[in-house]
């Protein structure tokens, strides 16, 4: 496995507007957290997915001096962009057909895609992702576990197909051991019942298909008089954590194309108590994973206690040790 | 609901215009999104609620009445920008005068669909903030 890091942990240094891109790029150089790098178009780039020749060169010429190797660009598949309907299956198409170009033009061997693209929209993708030689990596990310009905039909299109072209991309948000402690924490800052806490922990830990989870979230929170915005932060916590087995990554590897080492945070051990690092490391080393992984932080969600420089640091550093020690 | 709610309104995000006052704001959310995406906007200030018809959005050299948002799907909000609102108001928002401002922008993520009905995910913030009237 080789590492690297994704712009998406260093978004509050981003959004600070206290470093440029240059600046972010140059310290993942100075501390030692590439080579691999991911950004996401929506958020690093102005009137993105469309590129300018000129943010084309700097960026490649950026990555070139600070000895960066471009691994994934992350598209959005926004179907609910409009609000009267979602996009038709070919207008998806075209919304990422224009970011399979920016990421030709960036350079860029991965387009990560979300499962609003429906299998359809991949299967039309295949011959543009082929042309433009840009991999089309599906984000299993939460709540899409590999048993979730939509990752089901999705993965009966790619056995269909069989294309180097469409592929996965695990992210470790899907096999968790607990939602972090740190957002629980946060929603009763802001005065969220603890009536509510407990029944999303409840869902959380049953292990009902997600999409019943959300179904029984709604009905039950909202019998709980959940306003609006708390049934949302509800809503979140599903779509952000799943706890799917470690193990399970196994059925997709074969065509596992970047990996989204998503954390949270250490205990005063080093470990990452919400996700279990060791096993995580033994299933792609024993799947043969030789990849890239972005160490993907997303504790800034509700802690800016720390650096995201830091923090991918201190996981590379654990994901090696324990790729090392794992047998 | 985060840190990033921090960057909402800035400490100078207040000023003085001819009707009333401009009110800079950024999002919460990590990445540029469409201004159809803004479900919920409001401001009260200094305990009033401003009424949504006395409220214009601006962006990319653009002003838009706010019921306009929801149709704006080609129009974005990159998510280093400052949108800028345009408030009609009877305050008096002399320079270096405070002003208690709360806030409630609510963001429709349109890649992120939860529930029986597919919803795109609702993420909002509240702040309250006092602010000191900026010169223009």
New interface residues.
Partial sequence: MKFGTTL?SH??E????RYSLEQLLANIHAEGIGPGLEI?G??TI???PHISDEFARDLRDLMDEYELVPTCLGA????????DRFLTIDETVDYIATQIAAATKLGFPVLRV?M?AKPEVMRKLAPLAEKANVKLGMELHSPYANHHPAVIALRELYEEIDSPYLGYIPDFGTTMRAIPPGILA??RR?GMPESLLDLIKEIWHADSPA?EK??Q??ARASALGAT??Q???L??T??MFSKQSPEQWTEVMPRVVHIHGKFYGFDAEGDEPSIDCAALMRVFRDGGYDGYMSSEWEG?????EFSGFEMVKQHQALCRRLLNASS | ????D??ILAEDALAATATGCALHI?SHW?????L??VGILTVNIDGVNVPAENIAFAINGQSYPLNAL??L?DE?W???DAATLHIQSPHNFAAGTSHEIALEL?L?????????NA??????S?VTKTLVCQTL
């Fill in positions: 998406f978004t509050l981003w959004l600070s507007r996401i929506f958020q102005r009137n993105f959005n598949i926004d179907v609910a962009i409009r609000r979300q609003t946060r929603f802001e999409p959300f179904g979230l709604q609006p915005q049934l949302g932060r809503n979140m599903l779509s800034h969600a509700y802690t800016d | 609901m985060g840190p990033l921090k960057f950024r990590y990445r540029s999104l469409p159809s995406s929801p149709s799907h974005w990159f998510i280093l609510g429709l993520l349109p890649y992120i669909l939860v529930g029986p919803d795109p995910l609702l993420s909002s509240r």
